[in-house]
């Protein structure tokens, strides 16, 4: 299992940038030729993910939370305000970290043009500021996982009482495939 998180930013359209993002980061980790799937591919996929995107020259930035599920393992790789927890029995067992200079000032994997001289800005590199971590995971564990939209107005403990039991769901009764959106430069 493979989750992807990548909220949209202001200033730019971030959609197209996003949208990058999230398709180059699936490709790469979904034919990775390492089959030990380690925590710290994670960052390196990300890292990866940035040269790609300078490569094509694509504008704009984002936070983000990576994560997969390898055996019980949630492997998690954190850039900026997006965050994830997971509740068990009721509690908040695990909580990714949130990076940020300061209250809506998050880390942000970016790339714009510079102002003063030819060439891409590059901000927040992954293999700098990111956070990896690793949890191990029991069967009726919920992952919830947002952006500072969620986070920024709500308390992991205001988040939890909303939290399905999840013995009495299936998984194609809450969970969405991903599916790549169309690469343009128009909001869905």
Same mark, same amino acid.
């Given at each position: 299992l493979l989750f992807l998180f990548f909220p949209y930013t202001q200033n730019i359209d971030p959609a197209p940038f996003a949208r990058a993002v999230m398709s180059i980061a699936d490709a790469l980790l979904e034919t990775s030729p390492n089959p030990a799937? +380690?925590?710290?591919?994670?960052?390196?996929?990300?890292?990866?993910?940035?040269?790609? %995107?300078?490569?094509?020259? %694509?504008?704009?930035?984002?936070?983000? /939370?990576?994560? @997969? %599920?390898?055996?019980?393992?949630?492997?998690? /790789? /954190?850039?900026? &305000?997006? *965050?994830? %927890?997971?509740?068990?029995?009721?509690?908040?067992?695990?909580? +990714?970290?949130? =990076?940020?200079?300061?209250?809506? /000032?998050?880390? =942000?994997?970016?790339?714009?043009?510079? #102002? #003063? @001289?030819?060439?891409?800005?590059?901000? &927040?590199?992954?293999?700098?500021? *990111?956070? *990896?971590?690793?949890? +191990?995971?029991?069967?009726? $564990?919920?992952?919830?996982?947002? *952006? $500072?939209g969620l986070w920024d107005n709500l308390s992991a403990d205001e988040v939890k009482p909303h939290v399905p039991d999840i013995s009495a769901l299936t998984v194609s009764s809450f969970a969405v495939p991903f599916k790549p959106a169309p690469s343009s430069n128009t909001y869905p």
């Amino acid at each position: 299992l493979l989750f992807l998180f990548f909220p949209y930013t202001q200033n730019i359209d971030p959609a197209p940038f996003a949208r990058a993002v999230m398709s180059i980061a699936d490709a790469l980790l979904e034919t990775s030729p390492n089959p030990a799937r +380690t925590l710290h591919q994670l960052q390196e996929t990300m890292q990866l993910v940035l040269a790609e %995107i300078v490569h094509r020259r %694509i504008m704009g930035g984002c936070t983000y /939370n990576v994560g @997969r %599920i390898v055996g019980d393992q949630l492997q998690t /790789n /954190n850039l900026g &305000d997006c *965050s994830l %927890i997971v509740v068990r029995d009721g509690a908040v067992v695990h909580a +990714t970290e949130q =990076q940020q200079r300061e209250f809506n /000032n998050p880390y =942000q994997l970016g790339v714009l043009p510079r #102002k #003063k @001289r030819p060439g891409l800005w590059v901000a &927040d590199m992954p293999n700098e500021f *990111s956070v *990896s971590q690793s949890f +191990t995971l029991r069967e009726g $564990d919920v992952i919830v996982q947002g *952006s $500072d939209g969620l986070w920024d107005n709500l308390s992991a403990d205001e988040v939890k009482p909303h939290v399905p039991d999840i013995s009495a769901l299936t998984v194609s009764s809450f969970a969405v495939p991903f599916k790549p959106a169309p690469s343009s430069n128009t909001y869905p």
